[in-house]
């Protein structure tokens, strides 16, 4: 039988349409997708690049069991979820997710609960670095580990 969740870390550009290929399969009625890029502003600093690391077989461990979840709670066909790793440039993707359904709605709620639920408990962290010079750690508010005194 055909492995149907696919969780991938990698240094490498993101491919959207590859993912979008890989969940969509000839039983579907709709596959929404999750692309995150890199913007280049954040609170008024000039953002000019991200960099992102993981503690990846946590983190793949993680991505796996958020699978799980998701196909608890909605029918669906295929999960694919590819993140980056490194350095991302502005307008690039740094997450995609795509999830395939008979039927949209679950296919919407699923997405929208993987990427915040992805935010929320996968050891992925991200740095961003500034055109004025230096860089900092980005904390994500949904993470379940963050620092309550902030």
């Known amino acids: 039988m055909e492995d149907l969740d696919e969780v991938l870390l990698t240094h490498e550009a993101l491919d959207v349409n590859s993912a979008f290929i890989k969940a969509t399969l000839p039983s579907t009625g709709a596959t929404s997708l999750f692309v995150g890029t890199t913007r280049d502003n954040f609170e008024g600093k000039k953002v ?3 960099e992102y ?3 990846e077989p946590m983190a793949v461990k993680e ?3 958020l ?3 998701i196909r608890g709670k909605w029918e669906v066909s295929k999960i694919v979820i590819h993140h980056r790793l490194g350095e991302v440039e502005i ?3 740094s997450v995609v997710i795509a999830v395939s359904a008979p039927h949209r709605r679950e296919s919407l709620e699923a997405v929208n ?3 915040e639920r992805l935010k929320e408990k996968v050891p992925i962290w991200k740095k961003e670095k500034y055109e004025e010079g230096g860089e900092v750690w980005k904390e994500n508010k949904e993470c379940c580990w963050r620092s309550k005194g902030k």
Do not use: N
């Open 91 to 93: 307008t690039q993707p």
């Open 63 to 65: 991505l796996k069991r």
């Open 113 to 115: 609960f993987g990427i």
């Open 67 to 69: 699978c799980e979840e």
């Open 48 to 50: 000019v690049k991200l």
């Open 53 to 55: 690391e993981a503690y």
